[in-house]
């Protein structure tokens, strides 16, 4: 009797301080992005890692954008020229322009970050929560979102399809790089 009442009290003990749990990071840093700095309370029911992407898939990516993008204002601005459009046509020369010289700084960029390609720039979760606030509250059912391995959120969004569009910002220096073109971000 007297060695069960041993072990039954540091059982309790262990039982009591395990049941306090830290705050979670990820649900931390989802809430933050969630709430944007304004009061409330962002409560997750459950997420779930649905995928991931190497440095080196979103390089991949992002070059294939710029890459469509120069080919898409290269016809535009041939086809203003042969119309004897000067003023449609600058528009078009000037942003082939500067699509290109974006592109030329994402392979540098690149090259820069060789020895990082095949790490991990973000996982793609699905979750369920609710944030509340002044304004009210809002559920998030079936909700994606694109997460850094340091909690960085890029972004939240109900169509998964709208994931990868921002994906960029995962990569160092990639806003940076682009500067003032933010219209060349988005996918």
């Known amino acids: 009797m007297r060695a069960a009442k ?4 540091p059982l309790l003990c262990v039982l009591a301080f395990g049941c306090k749990q830290e705050p979670d990071p990820l649900q931390e840093a989802l809430g933050a992005y969630i709430l944007q ?13 649905i995928d991931s992407t190497t440095f080196r898939s979103e390089f991949e990516r992002r070059k294939q954008v710029f890459d469509r993008k120069i080919e898409q ?3 535009l601005y041939g086809s203003y020229v042969m119309q004897r459009m000067p003023k449609n ?7 082939l322009q500067r699509t290109t010289a974006a592109s030329k700084r994402l392979d540098s960029l690149r090259t820069c970050l060789e020895d990082r390609l095949d790490e ?27 997460i850094t391995p340091d909690l960085e959120v890029i972004v939240a969004t109900p169509d998964r399809r709208d994931l990868h569009k921002y994906g960029g910002r995962a990569i160092p220096g990639y806003l940076q790089m682009l500067g003032q073109d933010t219209d060349l971000e988005e996918e």
């Open 37 to 49: 700095d304004k009061e409330g309370t962002f409560q997750l029911y459950s997420i779930q890692k």
């Open 89 to 95: 046509a600058a528009r078009h020369l000037e942003a």
């Open 6 to 9: 041993v072990l039954i009290l």
């Open 73 to 75: 204002e290269s016809i």
């Open 120 to 146: 991990i720039a973000y996982y793609d979760y699905v979750f369920t929560a609710t944030a509340a606030g002044k304004e009210g509250s809002t559920d998030f059912v079936d909700t994606y979102a694109s």
